[in-house]
């Protein structure tokens, strides 16, 4: 393959986005004369750096199977010019609609354009297919959300994040990076200096919008799923804070697919707690399908795995389990079980209940049976680990008896028979507060034998 480790791309504007390039053996720069699909990747994390061994593990994969790989830093990151002035902006998707657009120009390439990323990347992908550039045939979306505000590191179903801080500082310190001389030159100085004089913090731009409002509808794909064109396979870990999306993905886009894996918030081919899963085998399936047009053997439409009886106490490099595999309809029709608590116990709904559509969390407040209050200790959740584990030791969640302690618990009798779980909860409360604002948080959990 040829690797062009580092070239600028100029766009409408003036402003020169820092690029590598990795071409197939036998596709050259200037020559129209071999054409190949083109991935693009587009990060305000450094490709010279930062991002480099993740690139390195798979672009030269996609290369000797026939694609091209493109990897962007934006604006204000690594070697780009400008500044960065917040997350998924629509200058952000003209940028990365732009780049789609230079790529299906190029005469090495055929015209068919796939993007891809994790988090960010995972993002701005599904964003960019939302505008429906049509050189965007296919996405493959990982740990990312089709959701800002709901679903997103900033305001969880409404409720605000502590990690809206953490993430703030952590981009505040990503950004103030300088670019590197041995690429930019003798102006890497001012360039850096233009940056950090113009760097935002980010925080209060997200406290500042704290109801769903058009700021957070922007770049939501829920908001109008008929809009993304692209064919999309989304995939994320239980172990991570974006595990909503895959589902919601093969509810709401047609041709989809869907993976749900034990991992944390990584790429699944190294990604903990075990078993991973060969991302490249995933990923060329899904660009030989949408891109070059091949019929290879199908996929189910949802892959989903399955953990069974996690011991919070042991090693968590590697989770027990099975994976299933369900076509879309098999997932839409599948069993919906409802249970409902009363008096701390968790029973499974008569089909009375259900053909009289009474909803199971209901019953909690029917006239025979208490009502119960409750006000947890601010400590509550600190054994639930952390909302971005990126290792298999102390970022996930442990023994769970001491925030158990500080709330209102209903618990079945032992199961006499599997259950298996794939997809979304639900559940539904009947609530009243003495205070103006609140949280309410709802957790199911399965208790080790």
């Given at each position: 393959m040829t690797v062009i480790e580092h070239f600028m791309i100029p766009l409408a504007d003036g402003t020169r986005l820092a690029a590598?390039?990795?071409?197939?053996e036998g596709v050259a720069l200037e020559s129209g004369a071999q054409q190949v699909p083109a991935i693009l990747e587009a990060l305000p994390?450094?490709?010279r750096d930062q991002t480099s061994a993740r690139d390195e593990s798979t672009y030269p994969v996609f290369a000797?199977?026939?694609y091209a790989g493109l990897r962007v830093d934006f604006r204000g990151n690594g070697e780009s010019d400008g500044v960065m002035d917040d997350e998924y902006t629509p200058a952000e998707l003209a940028d990365c609609m732009a780049m789609v657009e230079w790529l299906a120009a190029q005469p090495w390439c055929d015209g068919n354009v796939g993007m891809m990323g994790i988090s960010w990347g995972g993002f701005n992908a599904l964003q960019t297919a939302a505008l429906a550039p049509p050189a965007l045939k296919a996405v493959i979306s990982l740990c990312?959300?089709?959701?800002?505000?709901a679903d997103d590191i900033h305001y969880k179903g409404g409720a605000e994040m502590g990690t809206n801080l953490g993430w703030a500082s952590t981009m505040l310190c990503y950004g103030s990076r300088p670019p590197d001389p041995a690429l930019v030159g003798e102006g890497w100085r001012e360039q850096w200096l233009t940056r950090l004089a113009q760097l935002p913090w980010l925080m209060p731009t997200w406290l500042a919008h704290r109801d769903r409002d058009a700021y957070w509808e922007q770049g939501s794909i829920c908001e109008d799923y008929s809009a993304v064109q692209a064919k999309v396979v989304a995939i994320g870990g239980w172990a991570d804070g974006y595990h909503n999306t895959p589902p919601a993905v093969l509810e709401n886009l047609a041709d989809s697919q869907a993976i749900n894996g034990p991992w944390t918030h990584k790429y699944p081919?190294?990604?903990w707690p075990k078993p991973r899963m060969d991302f490249?085998?995933?990923?060329?399936a899904w660009w030989d399908r949408w891109l070059k047009g091949k019929a290879g053997e199908a996929a189910p439409d949802y892959r989903v795995f399955v953990s069974e009886n996690i011991d919070p106490t042991a090693s968590r490099a590697h989770c027990a389990g099975h994976w299933v595999g369900l076509s879309r309809e098999a997932y839409r029709t599948a069993e919906r079980q409802q249970w409902r608590a009363k008096d701390g116990v968790l029973l499974l709904s008569s089909a009375t209940d259900q053909e009289t559509g009474q909803a199971a969390g209901h019953h909690t407040t029917a006239s025979s049976e208490a009502v119960q209050s409750l006000h947890s200790p601010l400590d509550h959740g600190t054994r639930a680990g952390e909302y971005f584990p990126l290792a298999p030791g102390g970022d996930l969640p442990g023994n769970q008896a001491h925030d158990l302690s500080g709330a209102l618990v209903s618990t079945s009798a032992p199961?006499?028979?599997p259950l298996c779980l794939a997809g979304r909860s639900t559940v539904r409360l009947r609530v009243a507060s003495n205070q103006a604002q609140g949280r309410v948080i709802a957790r199911l959990h399965d208790v080790l034998p």
């Open positions: 590598r390039l990795w071409l197939p994390y450094r490709k000797a199977a026939g990312s959300t089709v959701d800002r505000y081919h190294f990604a490249h085998a995933v990923a060329l199961l006499t028979q």
